[in-house]
């Protein structure tokens, strides 16, 4: 029995960011990168797009890489490659410049906002009695606190220059501003709400393995839709520290597992 979590990082960086347009749409069952493809192609019926269509990857590859302050080159390059599962896109420069600037952040103000607020929180860090409450996380010296109680660490964080700060780690520094402090915040909540779903459903179902934001459950055919049934209702349903997020599952069953 395989479920996924639907989006689950564009879910929860609008969610912390209180981009209210877009979790709005998640609520409504409405795509995202479907109105996302709508501002960047200009078409006003952007909900006619169909799910495999090259415009609808363009507004996904958009969505879920400029929430983290990607430029207008990265965009360039991510869509060339082909990645998230895409066919390569080539656009040029100027035309990923124009969507990274003109498009996306405009219509994402308070997600854009939020890199800001976190790369300040970032500075804040370097103060060795730091303990700032912020939402559901607490910054303290080199360290933020997460719900559970678990950190995203950054030790030894500091300015290199006067714009840049960097932290040790795995044997090297490593650079984080506002967006990267953004991803790695984004990613360790969703990391939560994933473990908590899992260790849950496992009490009653065996959780042979999972992918990322996808969890593999085993059992016997007779009980394999509710099975499913029952991983959809855990994993959709929100923690108590973000209970007004919007979350969505989706997956089936097999013999064996495949992509």
Partial sequence: VVVDLSQIELRMNAWLAGETWVLDLLREG????????????????????????????????????????????????????????GPPVILSQAQTNDIVYNKYRPTHPNIVNNWDVIGQFLAMMMNTTLNHEWKVLNFRHNHIVLPNGMYLLYDGLRFEDERSMVYWADGYWHKIYGGLGVENIVQALAAIVMGDAMLEIDRDIPIVMHTHDELVGLVPEAEADAAFDYMVKVMTTPPSWCSDIPLAAEGGHDYCYSK
Wanted: proline share 0%.
């Fill in 30 to 85: 409405q795509c995202v990168y479907r109105k996302m493809a709508g501002v960047v192609y200009n078409r006003e019926d952007w909900w006619n797009f169909a799910k495999d269509c090259l415009e609808r990857f363009v507004g996904k590859v958009c969505e879920l890489g400029l929430g983290y302050q990607m430029s207008g080159g990265k965009l360039n390059d991510t869509l060339a490659l082909g990645a998230l599962g």
